[in-house]
């Protein structure tokens, strides 16, 4: 499996790679939403070939596509916190 981290700032943290099993997979983790996650990661976005969305708390629709929806979801929150 390669992991790497595709981007990162004070607030979100965007890791992708390729599995073996998996395929490739995109997960988004934001530290401000530690507290509201199951396992207390932050792990708001979790996609990949083999299983599709696994996890989806950003609001946007499952059938976007996995880049565009991170990118979005950053923007927008970014946007919001001005």
Known sequence: MSRITLFSN???SLVGGE????GRFVQL???EMVDET?????????WCELWGVEINY???PNNTLPHILVENYIKETQKKNL
Do not use: A, C, M, N
Request: no cysteine.
């Open 10 to 12: 004070d607030r979100f």
């Open 19 to 22: 599995d073996h099993v998996l």
């Open 29 to 31: 983790f934001d530290k």
């Open 38 to 46: 199951p396992e207390q990661e932050g792990l708001i976005y979790d």
């Open 58 to 60: 950003t609001g946007i």
